[in-house]
């Protein structure tokens, strides 16, 4: 039931996405069209902005999810929020040798065949073969790993042993998982509401576009210290090796602008992606973030999200400049619904603190298969339930990916899953209705109805609700715009309009900060003399720090 707020704060909206993971067949049609669109040019051979996972497995890069080796994301420390990879001062020491930044075989070195091979090789009794060379040297490369090898290698227990989450259980759940089911893992970048990317930026390149939530890296104040790929936890941004700068999944804004969805829900053979507005109480976000148990970080952010249907949000939202038509959309949102509403979608690493609004359906066929195979009827309710409740292996680890271990809301959302299968079963067989079975997982008819609609039968326009751009409002505070390490014709800068770099939407500069390097009150430290204190180098004091 939609949850009316106690305070209302600084409204805004994010276009989220939510994937329905009982969809996803690994056609990897998504990921294709993505880098087609978005990362054809030299020096991204080896970026993947979208990318399919196949689960139990390793990831892209390889054991990503590992925070302990990466640092990324945000930790608790003394109940204030600090990023895993450290304060400025570690930062800053670490800057031209970063110990925890994956390397090129984390992700794979990218190569091609030697197609020229079989044209121009002379006459000979044998047939000459396409040996694969590496896109980064041109010389002769063995294949080791790609972004596709989990799919190639699932189930094999040697490679099951390098799943971060997999790792977690003890040996007899491991083995037995590996028995269960296999799924697949669309990702991109999650564009959060707390984003460590953002945080741990020297140069303040990324940003968080106020109209939409969409954050992007604005390629002429990249410098390319490459701290935003090991501050994202997710690690979905890449180092283009070629110009030097930071590229991320940019949610095709261009589209997003227009009120196309992304390509990747575009071009999407199983239909499993929805795209859609969400209202959120902004002065809330950094609240949830730093709730002490992780288990009730999946609460914590529903807290933050706000209902479009109560006149008192539409009135806060329209005070704070979101036009009439977004107040719309997100009330139409299906996004919405699957996370609020029916709740049935669930965020990726909630323990990360990142607030992510790329959210996830878990998967049921697994449960499904599992009593199929065994002789029972799978879409039994009694047996399905019994079977949901059973299984705990698959729980654990799907809580493990999207509730940072707690099964409760993961089982809740299945067994509507469960309900809405079993309710429409007996629709389609002429069998009399049973109220009971709604009822059970905190449901009605109509809505169980609304849901299968959704998830199942949706049209072009009921998946994705997308109002064109507006321009937003920039807070009256901008707040601390970073620790920027160089200024005009300092050490790291670049030309703007690299060859084949496009210039995304750069953040309006507030009164009174520098155009030119956007940040206020802060030092630059590379120029320094080594002599005293540097005005700017530590915090003003009183009045002062205020103004």
């Known amino acids: 039931m939609p949850r009316r707020q106690a305070t209302i704060g600084r409204v805004m909206a994010q276009v989220a ?40 497995g390793q990831g892209y890069p390889r054991g990503y999810e590992d925070q302990e080796r990466w640092k990324g994301g945000w930790r608790l420390r003394s109940g204030r929020l600090v990023p895993r990879s450290g304060g400025r001062a570690r930062r800053l020491a670490t800057l031209f040798a970063n110990p925890e930044l994956p390397s090129l075989a984390h992700y794979y070195e990218p190569w091609t065949y030697d ?18 060379r590496s896109l980064i040297d041109g010389r002769p490369a063995e294949v080791t790993w790609g972004p596709n090898w989990d799919d190639d290698l699932g189930g094999g227990p040697a490679h099951l042993a390098g799943d971060p989450v997999l790792r977690q259980m003890n040996e007899s759940v491991r083995l037995e998982y ?41 390629q002429d104040r990249c410098r390319g210290w490459r701290m935003c790929v090991s501050g994202c936890p997710y690690k979905k941004i890449y180092f283009n090796h070629q110009s030097g700068k930071a590229e991320k999944c940019t949610f095709c804004y261009p589209r997003i602008e227009a009120g196309e969805p992304t390509v990747c ?45 109560d006149p008192r949000v539409a009135r806060a939202a329209e005070e704070s400049g979101i036009p009439h038509d977004w107040i719309t959309a997100a009330r139409r949102s299906p996004v919405r619904k699957l996370i609020t509403d029916y709740r049935v979608a669930l965020p990726l690493h909630p323990e990360y603190r990142t607030m ?49 271990g707690d099964t409760g809301p993961v089982e809740a959302a299945l067994c509507r899953l469960a309900a809405m299968r079993a309710h429409m079963r007996r629709i389609n067989l002429g069998e009399e209705r049973d109220p009971a079975i709604a009822r059970g997982v905190g449901l009605d008819e109509r809505r169980i109805e609304e849901m299968y609609r959704l998830l199942a039968v949706a049209k072009y326009e009921d998946r994705y609700v997308i109002p064109t751009s507006y321009t937003g409002s920039v807070p009256s505070d901008p707040g601390d715009g970073g620790c920027s390490l160089d200024g005009d014709g300092g050490p790291g800068m670049y030309e703007a309009g690299l060859p084949g770099m496009e210039a995304f939407h750069a953040p309006p500069v507030p009164a009174g900060v520098s155009a030119s390097t956007g940040l206020r009150g802060r030092v630059n430290l590379l120029n320094w ?19």
């Open 17 to 56: 996405m939510v994937m329905n993971l009982d969809k996803c067949i690994g056609c990897h049609t998504c990921s294709v069209t993505c880098k087609q669109t978005w990362t054809n040019r030299t020096g991204t051979e080896y970026a993947w902005f979208n990318n399919v996972e196949t689960r139990p």
């Open 115 to 132: 197609y020229e091979t079989l044209t121009s090789a002379p006459l000979g009794d044998d047939v000459p073969t396409a040996r694969p």
């Open 265 to 309: 829900s575009e071009t999407c053979v199983g239909r499993l992606r929805y795209l859609g507005v969400m209202l959120y109480d902004a002065d809330k976000v950094g609240e949830a973030a730093s709730v002490t148990d992780e288990k009730d970080l999946y609460e914590a952010q529903l807290g933050c999200f706000l209902d479009p249907d």
């Open 178 to 218: 590996e028995q269960a089911f296999m799924f697949y893992l669309p990702r991109i970048c999650e564009h959060c509401l707390n984003p460590s990317c953002v945080a741990v930026c020297p140069s303040g390149a990324l940003y968080k576009r106020i109209e939409d939530g969409i954050v992007l890296v604005d």
């Open 356 to 404: 992510p609004m790329v959210w996830y359906v878990p998967p049921l066929s697994p449960v499904v298969d599992s009593l199929t195979r065994s002789g029972h009827d799978g879409e039994d309710p009694a047996q399905l339930f019994g079977a949901i409740d059973s299984l705990r292996i698959p729980l654990e680890y799907l809580a493990g990916l999207f509730t940072a």
């Open 529 to 547: 003399d080594g002599r005293g204190t540097p005005g700017g180098l530590f915090p003003r004091r009183g009045k002062e720090e205020d103004r």
